[in-house]
């Protein structure tokens, strides 16, 4: 055990926790090159860590400054269970996704510019299937996809960690929401929300 001590303070003072950050900062950067071919758009100085689950990549656009977290999900369903979608992923300049995020689309999904999100975001404008007696006769994951309409995130706006945006939805410029809140209902501008479901709990004058 002394000697695996003194192997990794050895391997501690050549390669310290700052040089460890850099090199992954450098494979990050690689990864980014690499990928960003996948997008239809990929701006200026747009970041995304490794790993990453991307699907419909030619229907995602980013815009200049969007940093996307690892292991995030980003996934524009052109087709499901032989039926073919229109989908449509925009992401704005200074964007900041953290990781692990989840964002789907059969329709639309747009995020506009300067909006910070948290960890473990789940944005998707589709279910399996609508909520009907017909319908649960079938395997959900045999259902079609089913979508309430788009889901469009105001500018500035802030999201804070674990939370669900649902379809149908249109947050406000510069809104808060609070960590662990399922937005099911559109929110005007500048109000901080929070909930299950998200309800204003302030307005901001």
Request: charge should be positive.
């Amino acid at each position: 055990m002394w000697l695996l001590h003194v192997l990794l303070r050895v391997f501690n003072v050549l390669f310290t926790y700052k040089s460890l950050l850099k090199i992954e900062h450098l494979k990050n950067k690689i990864f980014s090159i690499w990928i960003s071919h996948e997008f239809d758009t990929f701006g200026y100085n747009s970041f995304v860590h490794y790993p990453i689950d991307l699907r419909g990549g030619s229907f995602i656009h980013l815009g200049d400054n969007v940093s996307i977290g690892k292991n995030s999900i980003l996934n524009a369903w052109c087709h499901y269970q032989n039926v073919i979608y229109d989908p449509l992923i925009t992401i704005g300049d200074n964007v900041s996704i953290g990781e692990g995020t989840h964002i789907s689309a059969i329709g639309k999904v747009v995020i506009k510019d300067g909006v910070l999100m948290g960890r473990r975001i789940t944005i998707v404008d589709n279910a399996h299937g609508e909520t009907t007696l017909l319908n649960l006769n079938v395997p959900p994951s045999q259902r079609i996809l089913f979508s309430k309409g788009p889901i469009i995130i105001g500018e500035n706006v802030w999201v804070g960690d674990k939370v669900t945006i649902l379809s149908g939805v249109t947050i406000g410029a510069n809104c808060i929401i609070g960590a662990n809140s399922v937005v099911t209902s559109s929110i005007p501008p500048n109000c901080v929300v929070a909930g299950v479901p998200a309800r204003v709990i302030k307005i901001i004058y």
